[in-house]
C-alpha cells in the first residue's frame, strides 16, 4: 500500500526531539570545527597549480581516497534518509547496497578507471570531450554542475531542520555556519582539504552511529527480538530482503524484483556510481592508476556493512513506536535517527553522535560543491567562457566559484521540501542526470562505431525521457506506479532505452570518430597513460584490482544469505 506523502515529507522533525546537550557536547562538537579549519590551512600551502586545487595535484594514497570516496557518499541524507527507508520499508533498503552499489562500485574500478585515469581527464564531462564532441561535453558540464548544486542544496536543507530541532538553533543559523566552514576548507585547501577531511569525518561519523545501532539492538532483544517484534507488527515480509517482490505482487517498496535488479541494480546504480563525478574526482586524485582503481575497491568493503548501521537504527524506530511515521505517532520516518539519539545516548556519546551527524552533511556537501567547482572552472569557464589565461587566474576563479555555489546550494536547499523524502528527491535526480550520462559513457566505451554527434543527442534523449516519465506519466497518473521510488526506478529505464536508442539511431546516420582518436577511450584500444607501470609494492597480490573487486561482490553476495530466507 503506497505510503501518503505527508507521513515522510521532510518537515521539521518532531518538537520533543529536543536534545538535552550540554557543555560536554557542545565542546566535542566545537573541537572538530577547529580541526576541520585546521586541515584547510595546512592543505593550503600544498595548493600551487589547477592541478593541486582541483585533483590534489594526483599524489594521494589509496587508502585515503578509498576512505574519502565512501565518505562522501556517505552524506547525512543517506543516514536519515537509509534509517527513513527502514522504517518506511524494512530491511528491503539492503538492496540499495548489495545490488545498488557494490557491482557498480566494482565495474568502477576493474573496467572504467582506466579509461578514466589513463586519459589524464581532469573531470567526467572532459572525458565526452574526448569520446564525442564539444557539444556532448557542453551539454554533460551544465547538467553536472546543475545537479551538483541541487544535491548540495538538499544536504543543506537537511542539515537546518535537523540543528533546529535536536540544538534549538535557527535554520538560518544552521544553514550559515556549515555553508561558511564547508566554504573556509575547500575555497583554502581545494579537494586535498576536502579529502582530508573526509577521511576524519568517516571515522567520525562510524563513531556516531556504532553507538545507537548497539543500544537499538539491546533495547529491543537483539536481532531475534527485533525481527520478531517487527514481523508481528508489520509482517514477514518486512524482515526479508525478497519476500512479496514478485511480479503483481503487493509490497511497501512498490517494486518488484526485476525492477529493483533492472533500475536499481544496473541502470540507477552504475549510472550513480560511474559517472557521478563527486566520487570519481576522489579516484582521480590518487597518486596512480592502481590506486585509481582501488579507490572504490576499497571503499565497497566498508560499503557492504555500513548498511547495518542505518537499517537498524530505522527498524528499531519501527519496532519502539507503534505506527511510526504515521501521524498518530507523533514522529516522521525521517525522525528514526534523531529519535534513537535522544532516546539512547547519554552526554558525550550524545555530542559524538551531533558531530558525526553534522559531519556526514558537511561530508556531502562538500563532495558536490568540490566537484562543482572543478567542473565549471575546467569544463565551462575555461574551455567555452574566458580560454587560455594563466594557471593561477583559474585557481583563483576556482576559490570564487566555490563561493557561488555554496550560495547557490542555499538558495536550492528548499527545492527538496516538495520531494516525499529524502532519498526519494536524490534517486529522483540521480535518474534525471546521472542515468543518461551513462548509457553515453557505457556505449562510448564498448562501441566504437558510436558516432561524434550520437554522444549529445543520446543525453538529451535520455534526461528528457526520465523527466516526461516522472513529471508526465507517473505525477499526472498517466501510469500507475505505487511509490515515488518504484517510479524513480522505472524513469531510471524509460532514460537509460531513450538514451541508448537515439545513440544507436544516430550513429547509423553520422560519422564515427576516427579510429586514431579513441585509442584509450574505448575498450579494447591502449593509450600511454594505460600502459603505466604499477609503483613499487602495487604488485602485492592482496592489492590486485581483480581480487578486491570480485572480493566484494561475493562477499556482498554471501550477505543476502541471512535475508533471502
Given amino acids: 500500500m503506497p505510503i501518503p506523502p505527508q507521513q515522510s515529507h521532510l518537515v521539521p522533525l518532531a518538537a520533543e526531539l529536543r536534545l538535552p546537550t550540554n557543555w560536554l557536547d557542545y565542546t566535542i562538537l566545537a573541537i572538530y570545527f577547529v580541526v576541520v579549519l585546521g586541515i584547510g590551512f595546512a592543505a593550503r600551502r600544498s595548493v600551487k597549480t589547477t592541478l593541486d586545487f582541483f585533483l590534489s595535484g594526483r599524489s594521494l594514497p589509496a587508502w585515503v581516497t578509498g576512505l ?55 573531470s567526467v564531462p572532459e572525458f565526452l570531450l574526448l569520446r564525442f564532441d564539444r557539444w556532448a561535453h557542453l551539454l554533460s558540464s551544465v547538467l553536472f554542475a546543475f545537479a551538483a548544486i541541487l544535491i548540495a542544496g538538499v544536504n543543506l536543507y537537511a542539515l537546518a531542520i535537523v540543528v533546529e530541532a ?3 538553533w535557527p535554520q538560518w543559523v544552521a544553514i550559515v555556519v556549515a555553508g561558511f566552514f564547508v566554504l573556509a576548507y575547500i575555497t583554502l585547501g581545494g579537494l586535498s582539504s576536502a579529502i582530508y577531511n573526509e577521511v576524519l569525518q568517516f571515522f567520525v561519523i562510524l563513531a556516531a552511529l556504532i553507538p545507537i545501532t548497539v543500544l537499538a539492538l539491546k533495547k529491543t532483544g537483539g536481532w531475534d527480538g527485533l525481527s520478531d517484534t517487527l514481523t508481528e507488527s508489520h509482517g514477514s515480509d518486512f524482515v526479508t530482503a525478497w519476500g512479496g517482490t514478485g511480479i503483481g505482487s503487493d509490497n511497501p517498496l512498490g517494486a518488484n ?28 586524485s590518487a597518486k596512480n592508476l592502481s590506486a585509481a582503481q582501488r579507490t572504490p575497491l576499497i571503499a565497497a568493503y566498508p560499503k557492504i556493512f555500513i548498511v547495518f548501521l542505518v537499517m537498524i537504527p530505522g527498524l528499531a524506530a519501527a519496532a519502539l513506536v507503534p505506527g511510526f511515521g504515521t501521524e498518530e505517532s507523533g514522529y516522521q520516518y525521517n525522525d528514526a535517527i534523531p529519535y534513537l539519539m535522544q532516546d539512547l545516548l547519554p552526554n558525550g556519546v550524545l555530542g559524538i553522535a551531533v558531530t558525526g551527524l553534522l559531519a556526514a552533511f558537511m561530508a556531502g556537501m562538500a563532495a558536490n560543491v568540490s566537484s562543482f567547482n572543478t567542473v565549471f572552472t575546467t569544463d565551462i569557464w575555461a574551455k567555452y567562457v574566458v580560454t587560455d589565461r594563466e594557471d593561477g587566474y583559474y585557481v583563483r576563479f576556482g576559490r570564487l566559484i566555490t563561493a557561488v555555489g555554496v550560495l547557490a546550494s542555499i538558495g536550492t536547499a528548499f527545492l527538496a521540501s516538495s520531494f516525499s523524502n529524502i532519498m526519494s528527491y536524490l534517486q529522483t535526480l540521480f535518474s534525471f542526470f546521472n542515468v543518461p550520462m551513462f548509457v553515453v559513457f557505457i556505449i562510448g566505451m564498448f562501441w566504437k562505431r558510436a558516432s561524434m554527434r550520437s554522444g549529445f543527442w543520446g543525453l538529451l534523449a535520455g534526461t528528457t525521457a526520465a523527466m516526461v516519465n516522472y513529471f508526465v506519466l507517473y505525477k ?19 532514460g537509460f532505452v531513450a538514451g541508448a536508442v537515439v545513440m544507436f539511431a544516430v550513429s547509423l546516420f553520422t560519422a564515427p570518430k576516427p579510429d586514431e582518436d579513441l585509442q584509450g577511450l574505448v575498450y579494447g584500444t591502449r593509450s ?8 613499487a609494492g602495487d604488485d602485492a597480490w592482496y592489492r590486485k584490482p581483480a581480487l578486491l573487486g570480485w572480493g566484494a561482490v561475493i562477499l556482498a553476495a554471501a550477505c543476502y544469505i541471512p535475508f533471502s530466507f
Fill in 68 to 122: 574519502a570516496f565512501i565518505s562522501a557518499n556517505l552524506a547525512a541524507t543517506e543516514i536519515l534518509g537509509m534509517a527513513a527507508n527502514s522504517a518506511q520499508y524494512g530491511a528491503y533498503t539492503v538492496h540499495w547496497y548489495w545490488i545498488g552499489a557494490i557491482p557498480a562500485m566494482v565495474f568502477l574500478g576493474l573496467v572504467m578507471m582506466p579509461f578514466y585515469y589513463g586519459s589524464k581527464v581532469r
Fill in 166 to 168: 535536536l540544538l534549538g
Fill in 257 to 284: 524484483w526485476l525492477t529493483i535488479v533492472l533500475g536499481l541494480g544496473f541502470v540507477l546504480s552504475f549510472g550513480y556510481w560511474t559517472t557521478n563525478f563527486a566520487e570519481v574526482q576522489r579516484a582521480l
Fill in 476 to 494: 499526472q497518473d498517466i501510469i500507475s506506479i505505487p511509490t515515488d521510488q518504484g517510479a524513480n526506478f522505472v524513469s531510471a529505464i524509460a
Fill in 528 to 535: 600511454p597513460g594505460m600502459a603505466e607501470p604499477p609503483a
